[in-house]
């Protein structure tokens, strides 16, 4: 099984920046559609984005433009670039590589908080 590690967030004022990382495990990541998930308190988890192993990408409607993915398969990382921040960003951050049938390869790790206030 996939591992995952997450890192980069923070507090962060409306409007600003910031940069996601996740460090996976395992000889076929670079095999592996990854995805970045968020989890706001007392909401379920859901899709921000997703990239495939050939750099495809897709991204939910609500960050479309603001956020970019983007991975290094010699590092077996995956990253996100937030920009242009909202309050309703607020969220725990997730990486995981989506299997076709529903489930992930990897195990959930304990994500990274993201924090946007003035």
């Known amino acids: 099984q996939v591992q995952l590690v997450e890192s980069g967030g923070g507090l962060v004022q409306p409007g600003g920046s910031l940069r996601l990382s996740c460090a996976a495990s395992?000889?076929?990541?670079?095999?592996?559609?990854m995805g970045w998930y968020r989890q706001a308190p007392g909401k379920q988890r859901d899709l921000v984005a997703t990239?495939?192993?050939?750099?495809?990408?897709n991204y939910a409607d609500s960050v479309k433009g603001r956020f970019a993915i983007s991975r290094d398969n010699a590092k077996n990382t995956v990253s996100l670039q937030m920009n242009s921040l909202k309050p309703e960003d607020t969220a725990v951050y997730y990486c995981?590589?989506?299997?076709?049938?529903?489930?992930?390869?990897?195990?959930w790790g304990q994500g990274t908080q993201v924090t946007v206030s003035s």
């Open positions: 990239i495939t192993s050939g750099g495809n990408t």
């Open positions: 395992g000889t076929i990541f670079s095999l592996l559609r």
């Open positions: 995981n590589a989506p299997r076709s049938d529903g489930g992930y390869y990897g195990r």
